[in-house]
């Protein structure tokens, strides 16, 4: 099945959910009605994004908060000091039922709808309307067989990065040997130094495991310790590897055989024909409006079941199994977080030839404890990883748009190493190179070459594919036959927009 779009143009001037601003939000969007996922992943390099079948492009330079296309690197990736206190969090809670004290307010994450018709589902319902998806596909089908046409292209994979992992630096909290003034100051003016320095928990149980070490083994030789009558306190530290614990490690750490809970995670296809997704769809949508509410502050009426399964259940992804791609396929897939036997978390996601990419996360408010949203991300990177073993160019984790004049929409860029698209020359730059210039404007050209252009920009339009009247046919035929100019304008800002090798694969339906 070739992707079938319905070009619908630039929508300006609409309220933004970023910034409040009542008319500052400028799009493009199409409607698609079927997508390869070859074809996804080229226009998701391009800056598109899609919300169910609706997808669309920020117009960068009109729009009052830029949205710039975001990648992770999974394969370089090494969690944070809070990354790693989200997963203790989680594992302290699985193994003991821990619940941690005092608020999550300092984790990041919330997730919030990078989307730029959502909450506008009139518009997509009314799309959704005219798009007679069943007509269209046989029509389409029809001409299909009537011509033989089959082109298939492969593209090339991208280069893979070689996994560099950064070393943690150890503190030895051994005291200072360069005080020499031991004076006791008066109360509030600062440390006495004629008493032992405060040390960590941390460090005062590794002495005392040296200490029992020593006691087991009095010849002073203990797995690098050596006694020579010196104080324990001075003895060097069992010699550490540089590399940190693999993200796995800290996801997958075993849990006592009496773990207080039992958390699965289950990937499902976007399907009502699977029965797992449809057996599942009742108890996700209940989740999803009560996250809806509580955290959005959306009125219930706002979360019916058909916005629900046509922003969140519909994808226009087809669904595709090579033999040299993941096991579980190309296409769109729901990841459920079920913890003692119900479910807590949904994580929508797109597992793409190059990538996964996050499209939307929701979650039960009273499990806030355990930053979900931190957690769901740190899953989906080592998810990314696991892909990437049998698919090799499967190597990147896309979270959709950063948006730096957005506060809330910033905690992105806390997942590195991570680069930023172009939104002139659709080039990755990592980015570190990028926040300076964010910083002087909103809208950047991140491409330092001041020669460098699009190198997929439209060149041949004439060779754009147009499905008109139960027939596909080039450009060039179909313009002959049209007098609107309007058209010709609407076509060629189509074809600018997707790129040179979508607009000669995909099929711009025409009515």
């Known amino acids: 099945m070739a992707s079938v779009v319905e070009y619908k143009g630039l929508r300006a001037g609409y309220h933004c959910g970023y910034c409040d601003s009542k008319e500052g939000k400028a799009s493009c969007g199409m409607w698609a009605h079927s997508m390869t996922v070859q074809d996804y992943q080229d226009l998701i390099d391009r800056g598109w994004r899609r919300s169910g079948k609706y997808v669309y492009k920020p117009v960068m330079n009109q729009t009052c908060c830029p949205q710039y296309t975001i990648r992770c690197r999974p394969l370089q990736f090494q969690p944070s000091k809070s990354h790693k206190k989200v997963l203790k969090k989680m594992l302290k809670f699985l193994a003991k039922g821990e619940i941690p004290k005092g608020s999550c307010k300092d984790e990041p994450m919330d997730s919030t709808v990078d989307d730029a ?32 046409k089959n082109s298939k292209k492969e593209e090339p994979h991208e280069l893979l990065q070689s996994q560099d992992f950064v070393g943690e630096k150890l503190a030895s909290g051994e005291p200072s040997h360069s005080v020499k003034v031991h004076t006791v100051p008066k109360p509030g003016k600062g440390a006495d130094l004629s008493k032992p320095p405060c040390r960590k ?179 989906e990177i080592a998810f990314t990883r696991q892909l990437h073993e049998k698919t090799s160019q499967l190597s990147y984790y896309y979270m959709g748009f950063y948006i730096h004049s957005c506060p809330k929409m910033k905690y992105k860029g806390q997942y590195r190493p991570s680069d930023l698209l172009c939104p002139e020359t659709y080039v990755w730059v990592p980015i570190e190179q990028c926040l300076p210039s964010l910083e002087n404007s909103k809208y950047c050209r991140f491409n ?52 040179q090798k979508c607009s000669e694969r995909m099929l711009l339906f025409r009515n």
């Open 117 to 148: 018709v959502v909450g506008d589902f009139a518009l997509i319902n009314k799309l959704d309307i005219q798009c007679d998806l069943k007509t269209l596909s046989d029509d389409l089908k029809e001409s299909l067989e009537s011509e033989g």
């Open 201 to 379: 928990a941390k460090e005062i149980r590794k002495e005392r495991k040296r200490l029992k070490l020593m006691q087991q083994n009095p010849a002073g030789e203990h797995e690098g310790f050596q006694a020579q009558g010196q104080p324990p306190s001075l003895f060097p530290a069992k010699a550490k590897s540089n590399q940190p614990k693999a993200l796995e490690d800290l996801i997958f750490e075993s849990l006592p055989e009496n773990a207080s809970h039992k958390l699965e995670v289950r990937l499902v296809p976007v399907s009502f024909e699977d029965p797992e997704f449809k057996s599942s769809f009742s108890q996700s949508f209940s989740l999803y409006v009560k996250y809806q509410v509580a955290i959005h502050q959306d009125p219930p009426d706002e979360c019916g079941k058909t916005e629900f399964t046509r922003f969140l259940c519909t994808s226009p992804l087809e669904a595709e199994t090579p033999p040299n791609g993941p096991d579980c396929g190309y296409g769109s897939f729901h990841q459920q977080y079920w913890l003692d036997g119900k479910i807590i978390a949904v994580g929508v996601i797109d597992i793409l030839p190059n990538c996964v990419s996050s499209v939307y996360l929701y979650y039960d408010p009273d499990y806030s404890f355990l930053s979900l949203g931190v957690y769901s991300a740190l899953r």
């Open 448 to 499: 330092q070459d001041p020669e460098a252009v699009d190198e997929d920009r439209s060149t041949e339009p004439d060779r754009l594919q147009v499905f008109h009247k139960r027939a596909i046919m080039p450009y060039r035929v179909y313009k002959k036959h049209q007098k609107d100019p309007s058209e010709e304008a609407a076509v060629l800002q189509y074809a600018s927009l997707v790129g």
